[in-house]
Each structure stands twice: as structure tokens, then as C-alpha cells.
């Protein structure tokens, strides 16, 4: 950062003190002052005025603290508002302000601040001015690393980025910013008041994504994945995606069918798209928009997930290449300091685990939000400087300058390329229609509206300006805006002609009956990855204590048992990465396990050095990638989700350290991961694990708030299961990475189970049959017309009335406990036939530790009810309806377990007669 304080004058014991610095450590003052000492070094020997005259080092002092200034507040004097209001300017950037005049400069030669090219300071600061205050505003001095600033310094002060567009690209902007606002002045008479979201007043993006692509490409890259929002998106969808203008206008008549693959769909301006890009050279380029929602901002990290999974180089699955695949992402300049999830996702940009190469942004900054002004929307100066704080350069620009927008673009790949970065362009442009076209502006902002109306389209100014360099000749833009008018005149009769769709309607939820999968695993590949896991290099220590508990891992699988859930876990996940598919995970601590169950990454307690046993088990393995997350929800789940969607064999799970901190991460659960399918024909087979169960722990430890994932179950969206022991845990992991149909799975995660000997498996559940989404009483079983009363329940609750089953010892045969494993999809095949083995049961009875109003009940009492007739006695057991989740003591929380235990294995009530279940009516 800059050392240079903010002072009306120098004074000698400034310079001074700056000297002083300066010989302690020369990197302690910035660069202007560096150079100003060396030359007054080289000028001790002189005796000569004016170099030994301290009046005469002040003014130079004064020109290095001017340069300085330029350098670091140059952005506040460029006219970055296309509709011409002033630049906020700064005290800085006059030559006053440091004690010297503009005269002064005019007698200081160049070399003096290390500027042998320019004659004089005054030549060296008008040439400063020229590029630091002129059409980009810079803004990099915020950043950390000495060698980033004095790259852009040098990049920028020597014009390597500023490329004058020839004749020809000039003319071919033209073309697009004709073609872009065309489009949107024909779907205005075309489609009078239909929301559109247009561009117009940011048209230059178009020809900025357009010059990104190519540059992209131009370095190796195979593969462009973009992110927007609903601004704009249709003229990119058409113009960059290379969307068929036929199809914006079928959708517009309601006759497009946008995807086949799903039954509800979603509005215009919120599909994907993809597209092959022909490059100059012949070379291809694959360009993808993301599918987006409403909700702002959130499809960043989603993006980000995606870019990393496209990194991995195809074919190895082993290393990533960063320079294969950009990711861009645009904002609105009032959703970016806005959402938090902005914030979030620049903090995933530099690590490990997440990152991506460097992330090229464009705020689309129209200068407002909606009806709200910049003034409401932000507590910053510039709508991007959140962005500082993750030390991203950025360059501010003025959207009628295209050509400088179309630099800007060439600076940030080149930035991205030297350094892997992200990197952010605001460009600053204006909103020509109101929020949509159905909205009037003028209620809330009428002198904008006002200049808006009389501000000529970027199309027109750029045209004019090729028209007077003579580009191209008087006319040829009203020619050229005439053939493109005519185009879309052409392209329109045709589709109005068509009666109806060529889309046929979606299919629906697709089933979730896909061929079944082996899961089971033989016994001595198990017992051979089993030893592989608990081998590590002769010279590697693991913590002694820790080693003992691994240890115990050997026996676990020999006669006597005792597979718990973290060992169970490690199995699954290294027989699917010995069979070549990828594992990867993330979340809060969860290299150890949030319950210090999983170990995956060893710490050795002499050297710190970590040792991943699953990155080992064999030269051919898939690779195996666990990272403890930063402390995020939404932006780590979404980039999980992401990396899901792009990589078809990896295992991607991410894991709450309490279930219910996933709710901070609702908009991706909702937007995304239950309803992808249906709206965009998406998929993913992204794992969710959350810890869930009442343990005394409080309102916020307890609950994974069930309910809500199974009130968002319809058509197949995703699978929710509460796997009751180890083994079907490693079941349910293994049939999710090797099945065939990807939907997301939803996993209640045990805590005091997981290490509890009661639930523990044995090998022989693992090497045989797969998993279970009901698993039957196995003692009532044996005798069900003894069975009275049928108990139901999810989950970790079966051990608490086992427990109680076993301490009332020879009490409780009129019981049968049966669990259900997996809720969505409802298992009606498996539950009727349990149903059909007892006979003479009285009633059945949910037993839940939720309160009423949570938990699974409300999901389950209606099925319930489907599967056992209306004759039957459906009884509820659990906690009474509550506005939170757990008690907060320990002692009213085990009043409540043991009620609901003793009134689940309560003796049963005088027989009614006549009364049995059928399984008949589901
Ligand atoms: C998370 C979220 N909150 C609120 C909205 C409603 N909304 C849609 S657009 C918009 C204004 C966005 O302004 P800006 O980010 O500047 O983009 P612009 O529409 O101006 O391009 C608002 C408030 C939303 N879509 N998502």
C-alpha cells in the first residue's frame, strides 16, 4: 500500500523522514519516492544549483508525490458517466495540493522521477493524466503484491494494453452494437410492454464478451462459461450464445417450448444456452451461459463450481488447467454490494480448494436498481468496491467508449494470464427503458429519464465517430441499421406464421427407476483398501493417539465387527475411487469431521506434514479431493452444486457442520438443487450431509430442518434419506455416484451414532446386498401376528426406542419397529410389504423427536394414510408443535425423549375389534 499520507504541503522533515525510510527499506515507500532518492543520490555529487537546493528536492518531492497521486486517484477524474455527470475528482491530482504549481513541473526534467522518455515532469505528468484520468479509470493500488502494481504500472504507463481497434474491428463493432440495438428496438415494436430486460444504455458488453471470448481463446482456452442476469441476457443469449433470433421471437409468441426435457420450464430471460465459437484462426472455442434465477447474484459460485470441474483436464481427471476454461461473471451494479454472496464467492477465489484461474466480471452498471438510486443501494463510492477487499484490480469505464471498453476486456485477460486472478471491469452505462419495458421510469427519476431520452444510443455515437475518421463513409449506418432491421422484419413473418410449436411438451419428472446398481463390494477388496487406508510413509507420524483409534479399523472388519460410520464413509468412497470415480468434498472442517469421525487428511506431529491415505490407494485411482471450506453456506454449497453439474463422474457431497446452517444456503436449495430439472432441464447428483438429531444440543444443533427438504419433493426432483446405520450410509453413497439417474441426494447425518456400537455394521452388510429404504423389524418380523401395534420412524430416533426396547426387556413384543430409511421417493413397494407381513396390527404410529410441525411427519401422514387405509389408527408420537426446533436445557430435552420413548413402547390400549391393516389403498 502506499506510504504517502494525505498533506497540503511537503516539508523538509516529510522528505526526511521519507529518506529515513527509504535507507531503512527501500520497498517501505512507494515507487515515486523510490526514484526520487535515487536521483537524489546521483545528485549529492553535484554542487551545482539547482540540484543541491533543498527548495529545488521539495519540488521534486512534490512532483513524485503528484505522480504518486495520479497513479492511485486518477480514476476519480475520468468521465466515467455516459450521460455526462462530473467526475468526483480529488484534491490530489492537482499540483497544489503537493506544494508545487504546474509551472514547477515544466523545470523538473522527466529522469528526475525516473521518467527518461519524457523530457520534463510536467511532459511525464501529462502523459500520466492522459491514461490514468482519461477514458479507464484504474483502480490497483489496493493490491498487496508489489509485483502486481508495478506490472499494471508498466502496462498501463506504456501503453502495451491500449491497441488501436483497425478499420476493420472498428467497423465490425459497429455491426454488433447495430445488430444489439436493433434487436431490442424491434422487440420494442414487435412486443410492446413484454418484459425483456433490455440492454440498451450497456449495449458495449455485447462486443466486450464478444473481444473476451477471442482473447480467451487466443491464450488456450477451449472453454468460456459466463454468468448474467436478466439484463441483457436476451441480446447475449442471440448475440453471443448465437441463439437463433427466430427462437427469441417464438418465445415471445408463447410457442417455444425453451426445453423439452423439463414440464414447467422458466421465463426467457433466465435460460442457458451453449454454443461452439468458430475462431479467427479455425480453432473452436465451446461458449455456455449458465441457466440463472431470479434471485441475484447466486449463480456465482455455481459458476465458479462449474469452471473448476471444466479445469480438470479431460481424459487424466488428475490435473486442473486454469488457462482451459474462463469463467466470466456480470452483475448489476445494485445486486453487487447488495448480496452477500458476492462477497462470499470473491473469498473462494484464492483458495485450494475453489479456485479457479481468476474470474473475469463485468458489473453491467446502469446506475440504478430498479427505482432504487446508487445513493440507497451502497455505503461505497463506486458500485464495485467491495471488490477491494479481496484485492481485485479494477478498471471503471464508460460504456459509450467502446474502444476502451474493448481494452479493458484485453487488460483483464492479460492480468488473469500473468497472474490467475480475478479481475473486475464496471462499466458504466445507463438504463434506457425502465426496470423492465412494462415499468415507467419517470414516477421515480425524472431528471434522468429526462437526459436519458436526448442521450444518443452507443450505436449512434460510435457511428458517428467512425463516420468523422472516415471509417466509414456518410450513410453507411443508416444503410447498415436499415439491412439489419430488415433481417429481423424477415425472421419475424416467418415465425408469426407458424400456428403451433415445434417443441413437443416436456415429459415431466423423469423416474427415478434407473437400472439398479451393485453397491455391495467383495470382502478382500474391502479388507485390501481397508489395509491401504491405514498404511502411510515410513517417515510420516501421525498423532499416536489418532493412530490407535484408526487402528481399531483392522478388527472393525474381521469377525467380531464394528464398522462405524466414518469407516463406513472411507470405504465407500475408496472403492469408487479405485473403479475411477473422482470423490470430492467440502464443508467446515472437514478434512477431520466436525465429530472428529472422518481423519481423511493425517497431521504428522513431528514436521506438521498432512498425508491423505485416499489420495494413495492405487496408481490408477480416481482422484480423491477433501477441503475444509471457509465459513460459508451458500456460496460453498452453490460451488459444490456447480462442480456437480459439470462432472458427471466425480462424487460431489457437501456437509453442513450442523444440519441447519444449510438454511443460509436455502436459495441455492431452492433455485437450484430441487428445481434445476424442472425449469432448465439440469441435473445433478451434489450430496448434501447434515448432521441431524435431538442430543440436547439446542435449537440450532439439532434440526436439518427435514421437513423443509421434503415439502420441496415432487417429480423425482432429488432423493432425501436418514440412513440408520453404516452400512446403508455406504450403500446409499456408493448407489449415488454409480447410478445411472443424477438427482441430488439429501442425507441426514448421524452424530452420537456415530460411533455408537448399537448401530455399528459388519463387513457382511457390506459385501452383500444394497441399501434399504425400509428396514423391517428384525425380531418382530420372525412373529408378526404378535404384533400390534406397528411403530414408524426415520432415523437416529430407532436407537432411543431400542434402547428402551431393551431395558424393558420382554414388555414390548406387541411392538414392531420398523424404519424408513429413505422418505423421497416414498417407498410404497417396500413399506406394502411390510405392511402385508403384520396382520393384526391395531395402529400405527409415527414416533418422530421433531416437533409436530417438523420432522417428517406432515410428508408422512398423508402417505401413511394412503398405504394403511382410513380404517386404520394412525397415531402421531413426538414433540407438540413448536416455533423452535429443541429445547435449549438438557434436562426438559430428556424429559421429552423418554416421554415420547415410554408413549411409542407404552403397553397397548384394550384391542378394538375388527380393525387390521391393509396395504391396499396406496
Ligand atoms: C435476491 C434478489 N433480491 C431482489 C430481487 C428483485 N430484483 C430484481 S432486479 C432488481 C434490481 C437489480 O438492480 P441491478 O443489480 O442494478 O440490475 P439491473 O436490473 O439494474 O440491471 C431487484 C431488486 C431479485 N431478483 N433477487
Not at 252 to 269: C, I, P, R
Not at 481 to 489: G, L, R, S, T
Not at 536 to 552: G, I, N, Q, T, Y
Request: glycine fraction near 8%; hydrophobic fraction near 40%.
Amino acid at each position: 500500500m502506499t506510504d504517502l499520507p494525505i498533506i497540503s504541503a511537503f516539508n523538509d522533515g516529510y522528505v526526511a523522514e521519507m529518506q529515513e525510510r527509504f535507507e531503512r527499506d527501500p520497498d517501505s515507500v512507494d515507487e515515486s519516492w523510490r526514484q526520487f532518492f535515487a536521483m537524489a543520490s546521483q545528485l549529492r555529487g553535484v554542487t551545482s544549483p539547482p540540484a543541491a537546493d533543498p527548495a529545488y528536492l521539495r519540488k521534486i518531492a512534490g512532483a513524485a508525490a503528484l505522480v504518486q497521486a495520479i497513479r492511485q486517484y486518477g480514476h476519480l477524474g475520468v468521465q466515467l458517466d455516459p450521460l455526462g455527470s462530473p467526475p468526483a475528482g480529488a484534491a490530489e491530482l492537482k499540483a497544489e495540493f503537493h506544494g508545487i504549481t504546474e509551472a514547477d513541473l515544466a523545470i523538473i526534467p522527466g529522469s528526475a522521477l525516473g521518467f527518461e522518455a519524457d523530457a520534463t515532469a510536467a511532459a511525464a505528468v501529462a502523459r500520466l493524466r492522459g491514461v490514468y484520468s482519461a477514458t479507464i479509470g484504474f483502480e490497483f493500488e489496493h493490491i498487496e503484491r508489489d509485483a502486481e502494481r508495478a506490472w499494471f504500472r508498466r502496462v498501463i504507463e506504456d501503453g502495451e494494453m491500449r491497441r488501436t481497434l483497425t478499420d476493420e474491428e472498428k467497423r465490425a463493432v459497429l455491426r454488433r452494437l447495430t445488430e444489439v440495438d436493433g434487436l431490442e428496438r424491434f422487440l420494442a415494436r414487435a412486443y410492446q410492454g413484454y418484459k425483456r430486460f433490455s440492454i440498451e444504455g450497456n449495449d458495449t458488453l455485447v462486443p466486450m464478451l464478444e473481444a473476451a471470448i477471442e482473447g480467451a481463446a487466443a491464450v488456450g482456452a477451449r472453454e468460456v462459461v459466463m454468468a448474467m442476469a436478466h439484463r441483457g441476457r436476451i441480446n447475449v443469449l442471440t448475440h453471443v450464445l448465437d441463439k437463433p433470433v427466430s427462437a427469441v421471437f417464438e418465445e415471445f409468441e408463447g410457442k417455444y417450448a425453451a426445453n423439452a426435457a423439463s414440464d414447467t420450464g422458466d421465463v426467457k430471460y433466465h435460460l442457458g444456452a451453449e454454443t461452439d465459437r468458430e475462431r479467427q484462426l479455425g480453432a473452436r472455442v465451446h461458449v455456455s451461459l449458465m441457466p440463472n434465477p431470479s434471485h441475484l447474484e447466486m449463480v456465482n459460485p455455481v459458476l465458479e463450481g462449474v469452471a473448476r470441474a471444466q479445469q480438470r483436464v479431460p481424459g487424466t481427471l488428475r490435473v486442473f488447467d486454469e488457462s482451459s476454461v474462463l469463467p466470466i461473471a456480470m452483475h448489476g451494479d445494485a445486486a453487487f454490494p447488495g448480496e452477500g454472496v458476492v462477497a462470499e464467492t470473491f473469498n473462494l477465489s484464492n483458495l485450494r480448494g475453489y479456485r479457479t484461474g481468476g474470474t473475469l466480471h463485468i458489473i453491467v452498471n446502469n446506475q440504478i436498481g430498479f427505482t432504487t438510486d446508487p445513493c440507497e443501494g451502497r455505503s461505497t463510492h463506486y458500485a464495485s468496491d467491495l471488490a477491494k477487499g479481496f484485492e481485485v484490480p479494477i478498471l471503471h469505464v464508460n460504456g459509450d467508449d467502446a474502444e476502451a471498453c474493448i481494452a479493458s476486456v484485453w487488460l483483464g485477460l492479460a492480468y488473469r494470464e500473468r497472474f490467475g486472478k480475478d479481475f473486475l471491469i464496471d462499466l458504466v452505462g445507463y438504463r434506457r427503458q425502465g426496470h423492465n419495458e412494462a415499468d415507467e421510469p419517470v414516477y421515480t427519476q425524472p431528471m434522468l429519464y429526462a437526459a436519458i431520452k436526448t442521450h444518443p444510443t452507443t450505436r449512434e455515437l460510435w457511428g458517428r465517430r467512425l463516420t468523422t475518421e472516415g471509417v466509414i463513409e456518410a450513410g453507411a449506418m443508416e444503410r447498415l441499421d436499415a439491412e439489419i432491421q430488415a433481417e429481423f422484419e424477415k425472421v419475424h413473418a416467418l415465425v408469426k406464421a407458424k400456428t403451433t410449436a415445434d417443441a413437443e411438451p416436456g415429459e415431466g419428472g423423469a423416474s427415478m427407476s434407473a437400472a439398479p446398481v451393485t453397491t455391495a463390494v467383495p470382502a478382500e477388496q474391502l479388507i485390501a483398501l481397508n489395509e491401504r487406508m491405514l498404511s502411510w510413509p515410513s517417515d510420516f507420524h501421525p498423532l499416536p493417539k489418532l493412530a490407535r483409534v484408526l487402528e481399531r479399523r483392522r478388527p472393525a472388519l474381521a469377525a467380531e465387527g464394528g464398522v462405524d460410520w466414518g469407516h463406513a464413509e472411507a470405504l465407500a468412497w475408496a472403492s469408487l475411487l479405485v473403479s475411477g470415480t473422482a470423490v470430492r468434498i467440502s464443508g467446515q472442517d472437514a478434512e477431520r469431521g466436525t465429530f472428529s469421525h472422518r481423519q481423511a487428511v493425517l497431521h504428522d506431529h513431528e514436521s506438521g506434514k498432512t498425508y491423505t491415505p485416499l489420495q494413495h490407494l492405487a496408481e490408477d485411482a480416481a482422484p480423491f479431493e477433501i477441503y475444509n471450506s471457509p465459513l460459508s453456506e451458500v456460496a460453498v454449497l452453490a460451488f459444490e452444486y456447480g462442480y456437480s453439474v459439470a462432472s458427471r463422474n466425480t462424487l460431489v457431497l457437501w456437509e453442513a457442520q450442523f444440519g441447519d446452517f444449510a438454511n443460509v444456503a436455502q436459495p441455492i436449495i431452492d433455485q437450484f438443487i430441487s428445481s434445476d430439472g424442472a425449469k432448465w432441464g439440469q441435473d445433478s447428483g451434489v450430496v448434501m450431509l447434515l448432521p441431524h438429531g435431538y442430543e440436547g444440543q439446542g435449537p440450532e444443533h439439532s434440526s436439518a430442518r427435514l421437513e423443509r427438504f421434503l415439502q420441496m419433493c415432487a417429480e423425482n426432483n432429488m432423493r432425501v434419506a436418514y440412513p440408520s446405520t453404516p452400512a446403508q450410509y455406504f450403500h446409499i453413497l456408493r448407489r449415488q455416484a454409480l447410478s445411472a439417474h443424477r438427482r441430488p441426494l439429501v442425507l441426514m447425518q448421524p452424530k452420537s451414532l456415530l460411533r455408537l456400537p448399537l448401530a455399528a455394521s459388519h463387513l457382511s452388510d457390506l459385501v452383500s446386498g444394497t441399501f434399504k429404504p425400509v428396514i423391517d423389524d428384525p425380531i418382530a418380523s420372525q412373529n408378526p401376528t404378535n404384533v400390534r401395534r406397528l411403530v414408524l420412524c426415520t432415523g437416529k430416533i430407532y436407537y432411543d426406542l431400542l434402547a428402551g426396547v431393551e431395558a424393558n426387556e420382554g414388555s414390548t413384543e406387541h411392538l414392531a419397529i420398523v424404519r424408513l430409511d429413505e422418505l423421497y421417493p416414498w417407498p410404497h413397494e417396500a413399506l406394502a410389504q411390510v405392511l402385508d407381513r403384520y396382520t393384526d396390527i391395531d395402529e400405527v404410529v409415527w414416533t418422530q423427536e421433531e416437533p409436530r410441525n417438523m420432522g417428517a411427519w406432515s410428508f408422512v401422514s398423508p402417505r401413511l394414510r394412503g398405504a394403511v387405509g382410513n380404517a386404520m389408527t394412525i397415531r402421531y408420537i413426538g414433540r407438540p408443535e413448536r416455533a423452535s426446533p429443541a429445547e435449549g436445557y438438557a434436562a426438559p430435552h430428556a424429559e421429552q425423549q423418554s416421554r415420547l420413548v415410554a408413549e411409542t413402547l407404552a403397553p397397548i390400549a384394550a384391542k378394538r375389534a375388527g380393525v387390521r391393516a391393509t396395504s391396499g389403498a396406496r
